[in-house]
């Protein structure tokens, strides 16, 4: 699969512009992490339906058409908007995260062992 490489992107500038675009709208105070995981969880669900009944191999041409790539980076940006601003209620460091997120899988998913294999790590 071809990798393609996007633009620099300055996650905690990205950050306060979401808390600055909620607080510009007082909507802070509809922002539980309840609230914003339950969001999460709905826009996911949006990107999910726009591949729903698409077999895998035509899932990867689908980002090709103008119409449904312009759909798909709608909800991935709702998707990082909600989840940027679950950071920010939350004051969890999302670089930080990713970084432990990856050492762990690191150890759990040892390349030596599952390349090429898509596997839970207990089964490897």
Same mark, same amino acid.
């Given at each position: 699969?071809k990798?393609?490489?996007?633009k620099k992107c300055?996650?905690?500038a990205l ?12 909507w ?6 309840k %609230?914003?995981?339950?969001?999460i ?6 990107l999910?339906d726009?591949?729903l ?8 041409a ?6 449904s790539?312009?759909?798909i980076?709608e909800?991935?940006a709702d998707?990082?908007?909600?989840t940027?601003?679950?950071? %920010?209620v939350?004051g969890?460091d999302l670089?930080q995260?990713?970084?432990t997120?990856l050492e762990? %899988?690191s ?5 030596s062992?599952?390349?090429?294999r898509?596997?839970?790590?207990t089964?490897?």
């Open positions: 699969m990798k393609k490489a996007g300055d996650l905690e950050k306060g512009e979401v808390l600055a675009f909620a607080e510009e709208r007082e802070l105070q509809f922002h539980s992490p %609230n914003l995981s339950m969001a969880a709905s826009e996911s669900a949006e999910m726009l591949f009944w698409c077999e895998s191999h035509d899932s990867r689908l980002p090709e058409d103008a119409e790539r312009a759909r980076e909800e991935l998707i990082l908007i909600l940027l601003q679950m950071a %920010n939350t969890i670089g995260a990713v970084r997120k762990a %899988n150890r759990k998913y040892p390349v062992l599952c390349r090429g898509a596997l839970k790590y089964e490897l």
